[in-house]
């Protein structure tokens, strides 16, 4: 709707300013444009406006009114009326009536579009001269640098919505900014690159669970940018959880891959988790751990070879038993053990 207002004020001052051109320069106009529709008024708007002398118009002159076309143009003295008929997006169709003399100017533009009646009035003075020509290169660098600025602007948004869903999975409803006719269409590829990327690390694979878990805590809805994408997380699991055998990622395997890490520990950890010295002392110590530790601590997927002190500090807090079917007793040695031999230790 703005848009086809904005059209017919453009083609009804070109239309109107076309006859009765006096000779010399070009002319600087002052003119308000007022628009009026049931039940509302808006306020005149002022602009000032370089028409050329011996200005004419041809209908599809203007960019803005590509789609429009003007009928039934009359020239009377100083009178000028015309139809007009918009098509497409912003259809709309119209009648118009302008009077000029050498320094003044008095129009009316009636229009109906959507549904919708308006009238358009305009009412201006000849205020100077100017150069047409120099003008219009002023107007064209001004749209040029507008142009640029918004450009950049939304490639910096865009840009940064890639990076923050990308990160989160796409918590939200941001779907639509990336879909058809959204502003950031152009960048649903380095969208989805950098999603596949991240989804295919371990970290960013347990980044991605995290950012679901919080989802479900909060009650949003979440992983639209996977959906989009076409990426599905089991299937990445899967995968993943077979690579972090070859590549020893224990503690991952801990956390995502039950299968594997139930078969790793039977194979691997037999008599484990009975006494914290003993658990020590087996050369697999460290894989235990961590197949045991169930940890949270995404960003640190060690490969087994870590602090195996912090690792027995995780599983020392579990309450389970272990999988080889010993009950909390057993799970309580490890603590009676090392307090009894500080006790022979220190004499007390």
């Not at 118009?96 to 003075?125: L, N």
Request: glycine fraction near 10%; charge should be positive.
């Amino acid at each position: 709707m703005r848009r086809t207002i904005q059209s017919a004020f453009a083609l009804s001052l070109v239309v109107g300013a076309a006859p009765a051109w006096s000779a010399g320069s070009d002319e600087l106009w002052e003119i308000t444009q007022k628009m009026a529709m049931p039940g509302m008024n808006m306020p005149g708007i002022k602009i000032t406006s370089c028409i050329a002398r011996n200005g004419n118009y041809k209908p599809g002159d203007d960019p803005n009114a590509k789609n429009c076309t003007v009928d039934d143009y009359k020239v009377s003295g100083n009178t000028v009326t015309w139809k007009m008929r918009c098509t497409g997006k912003n259809a709309m169709t119209g009648s118009g009536e302008m009077t000029k003399t050498a320094d003044t100017m008095k129009g009316v533009f009636r229009m109906s579009a959507s549904g919708m009646d308006m009238t358009q009035t305009m009412d201006g003075k000849r205020v100077g001269t100017c150069d047409a020509g120099e003008e219009q290169k002023k107007m064209d660098k001004t749209v040029a640098d507008f142009k640029a600025r918004s450009d950049d602007a939304v490639k910096q948004m865009c840009e940064g919505s890639v990076k923050r869903e990308a990160e989160s999975g796409g918590m939200g409803n941001g779907a639509s900014t990336f879909q058809s006719k959204g502003q950031c269409l152009g960048y649903k590829p380095q969208l989805c690159e950098q999603t596949r990327s991240q989804v295919g690390s371990y970290g960013g694979y347990a980044h991605y669970i995290r950012w679901r878990e919080t989802a479900k805590t909060t009650n949003q809805p979440w992983g639209w940018v996977l959906a989009e994408c076409g990426i599905d997380l089991e299937k990445q699991r899967l995968t993943l959880c077979g690579q972090a055998v070859t590549d020893k990622k224990y503690r991952f395997i801990g956390t995502f891959c039950p299968d594997e890490a139930k078969q790793m520990y039977a194979k691997n950890c037999a008599g484990f988790g009975m006494d914290y010295t003993a658990d020590m002392a087996k050369p697999n110590a460290n894989m235990c751990y961590a197949l045991r530790s169930k940890s949270r601590d995404y960003n640190d997927q060690d490969a087994g070879d870590g602090n195996a002190a912090r690792a027995a500090r995780t599983a020392g807090s579990e309450k389970a038993a272990t999988d080889e079917g010993k009950g909390a007793d057993n799970a309580a040695k490890p603590a009676e053990s090392a307090t009894s031999k500080l006790k022979k230790l220190f004499g007390f």
